[in-house]
């Protein structure tokens, strides 16, 4: 798993206590065209205490893809409209995933 921007310096039981006071895990989505080629990919993962907003974070990503997604056709444009109604409404909720992956047992 990639790193995860915002934990820094929180113990797990005031990462619990954020989750169950309404925090999450989100992932924002971007897209880049080169010529006939559009790739779409999504950001690092963000922990977004309660209460807190997206848009801070989400707003790079999306300017990523209004300046540089739509030039792919006809990827490019279903790309980058995704990716602004994605980040609008918050972003993609990993917080199930992030979860998941904590509670495996690591491998031996």
């Given amino acids: ?3 995860i ?4 310096n929180l113990t797990v039981e005031e990462v619990n206590q954020e989750l169950n006071n309404g925090a999450k895990f989100v992932a924002f989505l971007y897209c880049f ?4 080629v559009t790739f779409k990919r999504s950001s690092s993962i963000y922990f977004i ?9 989400s707003i790079k990503f999306t300017a990523i893809s209004i300046f540089l997604g739509w030039w792919g056709i006809p990827w490019g444009i279903i790309y980058t409209v995704q990716s602004f ?8 909720d990993m917080t199930n995933q992030v979860m998941s992956a ?4 690591p491998v031996e």
């Fill in 33 to 36: 065209s080169l010529g006939i």
């Fill in 5 to 8: 921007i915002g934990l820094d």
């Fill in 102 to 105: 904590l509670r495996q047992k």
């Fill in 49 to 57: 205490k309660a209460g807190e907003g997206t848009l801070k974070h």
């Fill in 85 to 92: 109604i994605t980040n609008f409404q918050g972003g993609r």
């Fill in 1 to 3: 798993m990639s790193k």
